[in-house]
């Protein structure tokens, strides 16, 4: 007989070019269900979980075996939803959902085109 696994939820992962709206369906949907929202790159930021630095996108590389130590127990738990940009790294035991977000090309120039005004003053 296998153990019996309990979860306070399922693990969603919310996916997609960076501007698709993923931070703002992940809000929403932790608002609406209680699931707990994990954003990656804020995770990232606050624990310092990076292994050096890409001159030539100019930003820094995610360690992804951090994130993923940080990750595994509150996979584990359930409850979570998940937003970043990529997915390739995590484990497909990680989630019981993946929602791929995609929009239109002129739609997300302008949202970044928008983004890079607003952070830019």
Known sequence: MSPVRTMKGPNILITG???VGKST????L???SGLEWINVGDLAKDNNYFDGYDDERDCPVL????VLDELEDKIAEGGNIIDYHGCDFFPERFF???????TNNTLLYDRLAARLVLFSH
């Open 96 to 102: 019981d959902i993946v929602f791929v977000l995609r």
């Open 63 to 66: 360690d992804e075996d951090k």
């Open 25 to 28: 369906l992940a809000q929403q």
């Open 17 to 19: 070019t960076p501007g």
């Open 30 to 32: 932790s608002e609406h």
